[in-house]
């Protein structure tokens, strides 16, 4: 059996390029999953074999990330805009337990639109809810994304809040939170980490509710990884409670029936699962998210330095929040900007386009995309401008 493939450098933003080792013992593995003579996908999500897997999955990704104990993780399904309204639902539900019966319940939700998924997250929690206060939107105050203003600006409601919510990092405008929002202590802090995840170190305990697509660093689409601090679980109740439904947590989306069936509820995305659990395994192998972090840092490095040295690449980005994932820029003149993407194809350097929404290209530097095909792509880079500088 042949594991040979056409070399090409995948730079995509998500589904995005999986390690090769991971591929490669995934096929190795395809047809006989630890002498059952089935496939993963062949065999009963009770099954000792699978329950054995899920397990060391979520052990591995909490030696990762050093989760606490007092946090619970999830494998969800409906990728991260279902998490959209997950956090709404459970976390509007857990504020009322703090709030006596005979109190009117509206507390606000906060959010942080500093790029086009937590746009996308505030309009989620507009539709769902009336009380949603927006601390900053980056695109109203200064007419485009790509910075975060700073904290002077924010319009936080403090206490009342349900949970506070940001982007950690916006996939298509390349917008980084380089620290973690400090808010009132009290309130849960919400964070989609869907295209940062395992690329850093960070302070789990600072957290309510975290979670990640895994389509980026983490593995293929379908599954979706939440952290959730096990305070903030509540029981799914029904519509005839006081709130009129606000608090009423669908069934699928209610972290903490997750949390009680270990994510079998129902039949889970087990291949999905079981990518992601050998990704875990070739990122623990490579040092962990503190190695990671550091190859992370020199490959984003090289790519903004040959940015701001450019006469013809120009990042719309403001410099300490610039995305170690996701690099956006547009090339002067535009019309430059199609040729750049075919002669990149040419070298089998794919999925360079950025996204239509703002145009121009996007270089995606996720924890599998190696510093070879960064070195790879920088070359070209500075090629091409030779031929068209003026
Ligand atoms: N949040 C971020 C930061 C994303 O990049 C994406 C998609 N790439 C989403 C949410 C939506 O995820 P999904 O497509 O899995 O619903």
């Not at 400090?182 to 309510?208: A, E, Q």
């Amino acid at each position: 059996m042949s594991s040979t493939r056409p070399k090409v450098y995948n730079f995509g933003a998500g589904p995005s390029a999986l390690p090769l080792s991971v591929l490669e013992k995934a096929q190795r593995e395809f047809l006989n999953y630890e002498n059952t003579g089935m496939s993963v996908m062949e065999i009963s999500h009770r099954s000792k074999t699978f329950e054995n897997l899920l397990n060391k999955t979520k052990h591995d990704f909490k030696t990762l990330l050093q989760v606490p104990d007092n946090y619970e993780i999830l494998f969800m399904q409906g990728g991260g805009c279902t998490q959209f309204s997950a956090v709404i639902y459970n976390l509007l539900a857990a504020k009322r337990q703090q709030i006596p019966e005979e109190e009117e319940f509206n507390p606000p939700l906060d959010y942080f639109v500093t790029g086009s998924w937590s746009a996308k997250a505030a309009d989620e929690a507009k539709r769902l809810y009336n009380n949603v206060n927006i601390v900053i939107d980056v695109k109203k105050s200064k007419g485009s994304f790509g910075s975060i203003p700073p904290k002077e600006e924010w319009k936080l409601s403090g206490s009342k809040a349900a949970f506070v919510y940001y982007c950690d990092n916006e996939t298509i405008n390349g917008v980084e939170f380089p620290f973690i929002p400090d808010i009132d202590p009290s309130v849960p802090l919400v964070c989609d980490m869907s295209s940062n995840i395992l690329s850093r170190k960070f302070d789990v305990s600072k957290f309510g509710v975290i979670y990640a697509g895994a389509q980026k660093n983490i593995g293929p689409a379908g599954v979706t990884v939440v952290i959730v601090r096990n305070d903030l679980l509540t029981n799914p109740k029904s519509v005839n409670d006081k709130d009129n439904g606000v608090t009423v947590i669908p069934t699928m989306l209610s972290y903490k029936v997750f949390v009680d069936n270990n994510s079998l509820y129902n039949t889970p995305p087990m291949f999905s699962i079981y990518i992601s659990g050998l990704v875990f395994e070739w990122s623990l192998q490579l040092g962990g998210v503190e190695a990671i972090e550091e190859i992370n840092k020199e490959k984003s490095k090289k790519i903004y330095d040959l940015i701001d040295k450019s006469k013809i690449y120009r990042s719309f980005v403001d410099k300490p929040v610039r995305s170690r994932m996701n690099a956006p820029f547009r090339i002067v003149p535009e019309e430059l900007e199609k040729e750049f993407l075919a002669g990149a194809e040419e070298l089998r350097m794919v999925q360079l386009k950025g996204h239509r929404s703002v145009g121009g290209i996007r270089i995606s530097m996720y924890n599998s995309v190696t510093s070879e095909a960064i070195d790879f792509l920088i070359n070209y880079m500075i090629e091409f401008e030779k031929k068209h500088a003026i």
